[in-house]
């Protein structure tokens, strides 16, 4: 597994990013991907996840209707459309997969991680 996380960047409070994961090393197809965030000095906290075939997606309340993850297994990829961004998304995003049919919110349940991406959200 090699998941790969790109589309970080600068942009002003109110402005949107588009964050892309894909796995160079198998297909996503049999997993949960979840997108992770981290801020310096804070713990790493759930953002948004996806089951395995898109059926079900979950969010944290503090990005639920500004942010839709969503997935192409074609293409082994997992996108995380952020809009309506504010100065306290700034963080290093994650993406992660794990086996749990569900789509689990803490980081434990999740089993290979890609490295970050900044994501800078001036206001």
């Known amino acids: 597994v090699q998941l790969q996380a790109s589309g970080g960047g600068l942009v002003q409070a109110g402005g949107s990013l588009r964050l892309s994961c894909t796995n160079f090393?198998?297909?996503?197809?049999?997993?949960?991907v979840g997108w992770f965030r981290q801020a310096p000095g804070k713990e790493r906290e759930f953002v948004a996840g996806i089951s395995r075939n898109g059926g079900t997606t979950f969010y944290a309340d503090s990005v639920k209707g500004r942010f839709t993850i969503s997935r192409d297994n074609a293409k082994n990829t997992v996108y995380l459309q952020m809009n309506s961004l504010k100065p306290e998304d700034t963080a290093v995003y994650y993406c992660a997969i794990s086996p749990v049919a569900a789509v689990p919110t803490p980081p434990r349940y999740y089993k290979h991680w890609g490295q970050g991406t900044q994501v800078t959200v001036s206001s």
């Open positions: 090393g198998r297909t996503f197809s049999p997993y949960t």
